[in-house]
């Protein structure tokens, strides 16, 4: 399958401060990014989805403004955690498709960045 | 709305042992079903799928049948093995949007 990397794949930070998830495809171009959280022992919880070049669309109760999703380029996209705080420590996965993403699209995943707020 | 349940883990079973991990799904009108394999410390693969009622999903001697009269789409293998390890995830598939299950890990002993 293709394949996404993730950047960083944990990052420890001050509260107060923003972070930012980088998210690549590497062997394909990604016209849509899926961002998720997932809480520990829960499911993943789609936060929102990107499509190159367009505005994010978020999912209901996710704040736009505290989760700036970037996807400026057919191979990246970005999640800034801004101001974060200790409630925003979580583990964070991104997924990638390309083509016209339909029910027969694969999504890939990558390999997922734990962020700690302290 | 959509909604994926899973049984509760961890799972421990050893080597050789058959695998049952049970998965139910709510959906409206006629989802896709996935199994997806999280490695520690890796994101997750595609396992198997399915797309219509009575399809049979299998990859890496797992299978998974798409009950559509019962909801479920129960993942089965007849021998684990202790590169089995990891979590597994139950999800569905309507449009472009996957709901997941809550993931259950299984732990294969030697």
């Known amino acids: 399958g293709a394949v996404v990397s993730q950047h960083p794949s944990w990052v420890i930070c001050k509260s107060g401060t923003s972070v930012k998830i980088e998210c690549r495809s590497l062997?394909?171009?990604?016209?849509?990014m899926f961002w998720y959280r997932q809480f520990p022992k829960q499911s993943l919880m789609l936060m929102a989805t990107?499509?190159?070049?367009?505005?994010?669309?978020?999912e209901q109760g996710v704040e736009k403004d505290k989760f700036l999703i970037n996807h400026a380029s057919l191979t990246l996209s970005t999640l800034t955690v801004t101001s974060a705080h200790p409630e925003d420590s979580s583990f964070y996965i991104c997924s990638a498709a390309g083509g016209a993403f339909d029910m027969n699209t694969e999504a890939f995943f990558g390999q997922g960045t734990r962020l700690t707020v302290v | 709305g959509n909604s994926v349940t899973q049984m509760e883990g961890p799972v421990t079973l050893s080597e050789e042992a058959f695998l049952t991990i049970n998965c139910t799904y709510t959906?409206?009108?006629?989802?896709?079903l996935f199994w997806y394999v999280q490695y520690p410390g890796e994101g997750l693969q595609l396992l198997l799928k399915a797309t219509k009622a009575d399809d049979k999903g299998s990859n890496k001697g797992f299978e998974a049948t798409y009950r559509k009269e019962t909801t479920s789409f129960h993942l089965e293998k007849g021998s684990v093995q202790v590169s089995d390890s990891a979590v597994y995830f139950c999800a569905l598939r309507r449009y472009s949007t996957l709901t997941f299950g809550k993931g259950t890990m299984l732990l294969v002993s030697p």
């Open positions: 990107s499509n190159e070049g367009s505005k994010a669309t978020y």
């Open positions: 062997d394909f171009q990604a016209t849509t």
């Open positions: 959906a409206t009108g006629y989802p896709s």
